[in-house]
């Protein structure tokens, strides 16, 4: 559990423009992240979920400055980091890192683990070319592979190994926050409990925090302290765990949560009718409109904001289920 906030993220925006025209010309913008605001304490969890295209992924590269960001104030244990100085991403870039959903081509294969994992420590001026083998060896066996394995090559490996060595290059620069995007999605099943219990013993050993982006609703419920739902770029609820499985108050949430299978054959998914807005023309009011079971004339105009709920959640919703509704 959080003792004390680490991170804070409010009203972030990553917009990519859409060139068009002989003279490639900015004709529009796809809204990408559009106004989101979380929270991160020490040593906590905090997931984020969503459909394919929500804005969760390009979410977690604004955090790490991989993306421009087109707006919105970051703060790191109360410091202000200027997200549009180049000057400002370098000092903190040590403090966040990510591990990416594929794990065999976020390895160089031209590079042997041992090259991997000391190049970072190199630039960052963390160890003596001397000791440079005895980190990587520390950093292999923190993550559950032989020092032995270092002179290899990645193709040498299965899915679970190269993600160890993911983990274990992130961990050189020791992260306050560590990013994961969808990081056992490409493992066989029986593998990605092994990673996520190995992510799991390195937080509390080290004290990190976890931003984990994920679509894997059963999972996050399971390791989350805090859960965030994203939908066209925006979070429409979030809330523990315990509120958003046991009373969601969003539409959107509702109709996520009874994706999950389940041997209750009388739980049907919600099916949501309408088309998904465009990410270039956002409607003037709710995101969600066009598809919610719900909706009134009101959500076509107007826009809701974030507001807590009598099940604890904080949702964006006019229309909010209400907490005995049954899922």
């Known amino acids: 559990m959080s003792t004390g906030q680490l991170l804070r993220v409010r009203d972030l925006q990553v917009l990519f423009p859409i060139h068009g025209g002989v003279m490639r010309r900015t004709v529009g913008h796809v809204h990408a992240v559009n106004g989101v605001s979380l929270e991160i304490g020490k040593s906590e969890i905090v997931s984020v979920v969503g459909e394919s295209g929500c804005g969760k992924s390009t979410l977690g590269l604004a955090l790490l400055g991989l993306v421009k960001v087109t707006a919105g104030d970051l703060w790191l244990e109360g410091e202000a980091l200027d997200v549009h100085r180049f000057s400002s991403w370098k000092r903190f870039r040590r403090d966040f890192q990510i ?10 294969p031209r590079h042997t683990i041992y090259e991997i994992l000391s190049e970072p ?65 490409a493992l066989d099943v029986s593998v990605q409990a092994q990673i996520i219990n190995l992510l799991l013993d390195l937080k509390q050993e080290l004290g990190l925090s976890l931003l984990f982006i994920s679509h894997d609703l059963s999972l996050v419920r399971a390791i989350s302290d805090h859960i965030h739902v994203m939908y066209l770029g925006r979070v429409v609820e979030h809330g523990t765990p315990q509120q958003l499985f046991e009373a969601p108050a969003h539409h959107y949430t509702r109709a996520l949560l009874r994706s999950i299978p389940g041997l209750d054959r009388s739980r049907r998914p919600i099916l949501l009718e309408g088309e998904v807005p465009s990410a270039v023309n956002l409607p003037t009011g709710c995101a969600f409109y066009s598809r919610c079971p719900a909706r009134q004339s009101r959500c076509q105009n107007e826009r809701p904001t974030l507001e807590l709920e009598p099940g604890g959640s904080m949702a964006a919703c006019f229309f909010p289920a209400a907490p005995d509704e049954k899922l």
């Open 99 to 108: 591990i990416f959903q594929d794990p065999y081509s976020s390895l160089n």
């Open 121 to 185: 420590l190199i630039v960052h001026k963390l160890s003596p070319r001397r000791e440079l083998r005895d980190r990587v060896a520390s950093l292999l066996d923190r993550v559950g592979l032989s020092p032995d394995y270092m002179d290899r090559y990645p193709h040498a490996f299965s899915g679970g190994q190269r993600q160890r060595i993911n983990i274990a290059r992130a961990l050189g620069l020791e992260p306050r926050v560590l990013i994961c995007d969808e990081i056992v999605s």
